[in-house]
């Protein structure tokens, strides 16, 4: 919100982070929705950590997996490749039902599940947001009429948040 647009956020281990702006990807429609169910990070971070120090090469490779879906994102995204950046979101929200499954916590939630049952009837994909576990979560398509027919078909308990990304972030007028 402070920058605008679509940005490329980095904290490196060393350092201080780096925002990158990225340009406004042209035929990419994200929509925005609240599951209806507040979650605790703090909880979520602390059952997924847990989860690291029982068993740690399963950890390791969740969250590979994390970061190359992530990867693959900012790749897309870049490039322009609508398609690519709706397979990413789906794998991402796989790979994170997988991390919840493992760490006995629900990051994709059935009102998670639901809205990704819809999106992917109308050719999208969607995924929490944060940490997961409720709250809000995004939608993306690469068809402004899909991403419409979400907003209309969302299943009950989901409300559709009226945002959208602005371009100039934080400015005096």
Known sequence: AVHGGYIHFVRP???????KSLPEPAKLEVVVFWTGESASTPKLVEAVQAFGKRTPPLYQWAMDELRALAARFLQELTSGNT????EAVSGYQ???RELGASAG????TPAFDAASKVARSLGGASKPSGAGGGDVGIAVFGDP?????????????????????ETKGVHRR
């Open 105 to 108: 916590v629900d990051i994709v």
């Open 94 to 96: 796989e790979s994170l």
């Open 83 to 86: 398609r690519g950046v709706i």
């Open 13 to 19: 281990r060393d350092g201080l982070p780096v925002v």
């Open 145 to 165: 009429d899909a991403a419409q027919r979400f907003r209309q078909q969302c299943p009950a308990g989901i409300s559709v948040l009226d945002v959208r990304v």
